[in-house]
């Protein structure tokens, strides 16, 4: 069986042939990938600057954001079926007991930092033909939403930010009226954000490097969003150009743009990261002004990282309603379908938005 992965001790990534893996426990299930995504974190993964492989042993088979179909299930599934489509998550628990977050299956809040993810860290992931997952870690995909199931993974990451804008904005004794968002960058990450955002009903802009006139530009706009090119306003004043600024969602992953668009978050507004930046050296920030604006305006500032079980059911659901709201925009984040043996090389060079490698 074919997987991709990464030798970090001699900079290889390379198409391998791995034994085909096996039911062992009762409650696993045997996947054949459908189709698996690359993002910016299998890019660092295969660059050497992020993941590690299992303890003990040379490579890593990389992939996180998957689509597989159910083959066989041990005895003790109960929910699944051969046919079936699952998406299967990422991050598995610390072992600490005293790890609140991993003892409750809250993983994407893990306190030690001892969670393992597949494709990432210290266990295999997605990017083979075959692979072996218990049913707890698996979500059922509707039949109708094959064709761009494998965005869910992603799409994670803004459902669960949305959840917790919701839970803290009741902060707010009032209804809050149409509230405005503004994302920054036009990715995979900020365009499934914006896409929240629009099914959430906030009057959307996305801040992106690429021209008003620009392929993506003309996507951004396709599902209701505004489009700003980063080159016709600076970040600390998109809120003079746009009016009062309720949510900045980040989806860069460069501090520096992040904190001076700060600069423009409205009175009790919140701020998220998604964004994890390569580590540099300090970078000058109106500090003074910033700690001001969140003290006397009520700032928010929360980073969130994907994310819990329940975090792909919402984004299934959501990703239904996107579909059902602007489905040739959801299908345009969706650039290109290649083959596992062309995978080392959209490993090594970006191109298009989303990039999938097809395996069955
Ligand atoms: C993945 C997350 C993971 C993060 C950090 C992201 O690309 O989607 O599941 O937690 O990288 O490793």
């Known amino acids: 069986m074919k997987a991709v992965a990464v030798f970090p001790g001699t900079h290889e990534v390379r198409v391998i042939d ?26 660092e993964v295969a ?7 299992p303890p003990g042993e040379d490579h890593l088979i990389i992939g996180h954001e998957a689509l597989a179909e159910v083959v066989a299930v041990g005895p003790e ?54 692979t072996v997952e218990d049913e707890a870690n698996l979500t059922l995909v509707p039949p109708d939403l094959a064709d761009v199931a494998v965005l869910t993974e992603p799409l994670t990451i803004a459902a669960k930010a949305m959840q917790q804008v919701k839970t803290l904005q009741q902060r707010l004794p009032w209804e ?24 959430n009903n906030f009057e959307t802009h996305v801040y992106s490097m ?21 080159q016709d306003c600076a970040p600390e004043d998109l809120g003079k150009r746009l009016g009062n ?17 700060l600069e423009s978050l409205g009175p009790n507004g919140l701020f998220i990261f998604t964004g994890i930046p390569p ?19 009520n700032q928010l500032i929360f980073g969130t990282v994907n994310a819990s ?24 984040i969706i650039t290109a379908h290649r083959t596992i043996d062309e995978a080392p090389g959209m490993l090594r060079k970006r191109s298009g938005i989303k990039e999938v490698v097809r395996l069955s």
């Open 77 to 130: 599934v109960t929910k699944l079926r051969p046919g079936d489509l699952v998406i299967p998550s990422v991050r598995r628990p610390c072992l600490h007991a005293e790890c609140l977050a991993c003892r409750s299956g809250r993983q994407d809040f893990c306190v030690t930092g001892d969670f393992r993810e597949r494709g990432i860290k210290q266990t295999h992931g997605f990017l083979t033909e075959s």
């Open 18 to 43: 791995e034994p085909q893996p096996q039911v062992i426990r009762g409650t696993e299930v045997l996947l054949r990938m459908r189709e698996v995504g690359i993002c910016g974190t299998d890019r």
């Open 309 to 332: 079980r329940s975090a792909y059911a919402l984004a299934l659901r959501l990703l239904g309603q996107c579909m059902a709201l602007f489905p040739d925009s959801v299908r345009r």
């Open 245 to 261: 600024i309720d949510l900045i969602y980040e989806a860069v992953g460069s501090s520096h743009l992040a904190f001076t668009a």
């Open 47 to 53: 660059a050497f600057e992020y993941g590690e492989p």
């Open 176 to 199: 809050p009226s149409r509230q405005r968002s503004v994302v920054l960058g036009a990715g995979p990450v900020g365009l499934l954000g914006a896409m929240t955002m629009v099914a």
């Open 279 to 297: 580590l540099g050296g300090p970078s000058p920030l109106p500090a003074d002004q910033l700690m001001r604006n969140i003290v006397l305006e």
């Open 210 to 230: 690429e021209s008003g006139d620009s392929d993506r530009a003309d996507l951004v706009r396709s599902f209701g969003a505004g489009y700003i090119c980063s």
